[in-house]
């Protein structure tokens, strides 16, 4: 039963963060993939807390939730200055640096991995306790998108994703929504990873790299890309089909690869053959091609 | 520690050493400027390049140069398959910029993990051993491996040159960069461009492979740092500068590997990320010199050249 409950909280996690992720890469627009790492960092920031200074659980999770807000902000800030082409490179260059600057401070753990986490809820309430919580604010994050996206603050990222250019015309401060909507979803990315450390009690630099960003990317291209229930279906379902893949019993340096193969594989798959993921979007994808074309006909005729 | 000898060992090492960063900085900035593609699928093309060059050399013992061609097949077939199935599609459906983005970095990972799976997560070297004689000059070390690798990336370098410059490809594929849609106008086959640059670029990467493979050891992941690094140097030397990312890349190669003077070697590896988010950040248009003044020159026209030709 363990490891029905320990799938469920894997599949509550990674609908927060591909939820989160779809919020920046879909709905903003904006080209990251080291989502990942902000989960890296609520998760360690939340662990430390409680281990080094015994904050209380609910709060050291809320702290890590904040860290990655900032820490995200501190990335996007500079980097959006420039051009959305560069976000990319400078998340990455932030991953990878702080991946690597984690294996090399002891007082988190180094490249061994930090142990011992205080757990939550789960000595007193049951694993079952930490699966309703996992899943309650799992259904509370896909809310929480779609209440924003479907809003005003909704209209106001797709009008700037579309039309960056008209959208600073009409007085509005891109770069400003931009930096907003990648700190809220760093920051939800945070406290999911505040639960993954409370939980697995195990932290390790190297589980947040680029299989990491794949993974969470997979799901949200897989599921459907800007859409709420896109990244849900696409977590839940890459999250069942690894599970499938160990019970082959194979060595996990067959294992790793096999993973990792099958989520880039799927992505390409899914971006040639169904680019719209499995649920798509009303306007997703039918973009530029066909509304250009269209746009240009319809001026053609008119002349 | 600061003795002049050690620096001047140092120095020489990380010049020799920077000659394979510059091919791979040259290839992403080729690709960048006249593809207009942050080609991350560059990892994937050097990763097949190298395992090319090591299938002949260590499992079909083949001689040095069979494996050095076959490391160029393998990179070029890499470049083909990338452009032909994956960039050229994307280019035709109007893929956006983050779908054309994510293909290439999803693409890198894909040929890793396929390539773990043929060969296993060990690193691997080209040759079995990567001793190479030593020679001493002036009281520096020069490795058997410094000269011909230097030698190698300097001509390399020269064939670019040239090829931009003085050969009708190449002025076309410049014409490619400068404007797409006016070079097709005037009859330049755009497509076929944008391959040829590919294929040059998995030409590059695949030479800079075989050496970086002759001298330090590979695993199937490795290819995508040492590409991050060619990203750092391509946005130092300024983005459509192939020459000035070869600079960036001599520069940060010399200063990644002098860095022992300062740092603990094991921090060498965080300086390329370090490197990475602060050229971004700090410099995104690359480093600007100078602007050198353009003079009109005076060209003085014959009078006679002004009429027929003819004196009339």
């Not at chain 1, 291209?221 to 019970?247: D, E, H, K, S, Y």
């Not at chain 2, 032909?84 to 779908?99: C, D, E, I, W």
């Not at chain 2, 390539?115 to 080209?126: A, E």
């Amino acid at each position: 039963m363990d490891y029905v409950f320990t799938i469920l909280i894997l599949i509550g996690l990674f609908v927060i963060l591909a939820s989160s992720f779809d919020l920046v890469i879909g709905h903003c627009g904006l080209i990251s993939i080291a989502h990942p790492i902000f989960y890296a960092i609520g998760a360690y920031i939340s662990a430390m807390l409680s281990k080094q200074s015994g904050m209380p659980i609910p709060l050291s999770i809320l702290c890590g939730g904040v860290g990655a807000l900032l820490a995200s902000a501190l990335v996007a800030v500079p980097a959006l200055r420039v051009s959305g082409d560069y976000l990319l490179i400078a998340s990455i260059g932030f991953q990878l640096g702080l991946i690597e600057l984690a294996k090399h401070f002891h007082e988190i753990g180094g490249a061994g991995g930090l142990t011992n986490i205080p757990s939550f809820l789960i000595k007193d309430f049951g694993r079952e306790s930490y699966v309703v919580l996992v899943l309650v604010l799992a259904a509370a994050t896909v809310l929480f998108i779609r209440w924003l996206t479907q809003g005003p603050y909704g209209r106001m990222m797709t009008a700037m994703r579309d039309d960056e250019l008209a959208f600073s015309m009409l007085g509005r401060n891109a770069i400003w929504v931009k930096v907003a909507v990648f700190a809220i979803g760093s920051g939800i990315a945070g406290i999911a990873g505040g639960l993954y450390a409370h939980y697995f009690r195990f932290l390790e630099p190297d589980q947040f790299g680029l299989l990491q960003s794949s993974a969470v990317l997979t799901m949200v291209v897989v599921g459907g890309m800007r859409t709420t229930m896109g990244p849900v279906i696409g977590a839940i379902v890459l999250q069942l089909m690894p599970q499938i893949i160990t019970f082959f019993n194979l060595p996990p340096s067959i294992l790793g690869p096999l993973q990792g193969l099958l989520f880039t594989g799927l992505v390409l798959f899914f971006m040639f053959v169904r680019p719209q993921g499995l649920l798509p979007a009303a306007d997703l994808w039918a973009g530029r091609n066909r509304d250009g074309d269209a746009g240009h006909s319809r001026k053609e005729a008119r002349s | 520690m600061f003795d002049l000898a050690v620096v001047s060992q140092i120095l020489w090492t990380s010049f020799a050493t920077s000659s394979y960063f510059v091919l791979f900085a040259v290839a992403f900035a080729l690709v960048l400027k006249v593809n207009k593609v942050f080609n991350f699928a560059q990892a994937g093309v050097m990763t097949c390049g190298f395992y090319a060059a090591y299938v002949g050399v260590r499992m079909l013992n083949l001689p040095g140069y069979a494996g050095f061609m076959l490391g160029i097949a393998g990179g070029v077939a890499m470049s083909f398959v990338l452009e032909y199935f994956g960039f050229a599609v994307l280019r035709q459906r109007k893929a956006s910029a983050m779908f054309v983005f994510i293909f290439t970095l999803i693409a890198s990972q894909f040929i890793a993990y396929a390539v773990m799976m043929i060969f296993g997560t060990w690193p691997t070297t080209i040759f079995a051993s990567m001793f190479w004689p030593v020679t001493l000059v002036g009281g520096i070390a020069v490795s058997a491996w410094d000269m011909p690798a230097i030698t190698a990336t300097v001509t390399v370098l020269a064939a670019l040159w040239a090829f931009l410059k003085y050969s009708r490809n190449g002025q076309f594929m410049l014409a490619v960069a400068d404007n797409a849609d006016l070079a097709e106008l005037y009859g330049i086959q755009k497509d076929r461009i944008l391959m040829m640059s590919m294929l040059l670029a998995g030409v590059i990467v695949s030479i800079g492979m075989f050496l970086y493979g002759t001298r330090a050891q590979v695993q199937a992941s490795a290819a995508t740092e040492l590409m991050l690094f060619a990203v750092a140097a391509t946005i130092l030397g300024g983005i459509g500068n192939i020459w000035g990312a070869a600079i960036a890349a001599v520069v940060l190669g010399v200063v990644q590997n002098s860095s022992i003077l300062f740092i603990p070697s094991a921090w060498q590896g965080f300086l390329l990320f370090a490197f990475l988010f602060f050229a971004i950040v700090l410099f995104p248009s690359g480093f600007r010199l100078p602007e050198r003044r353009n003079t009109l020159k005076r060209t003085v026209v014959a009078p006679q050249a002004l009429t027929d030709g003819k004196g009339h």
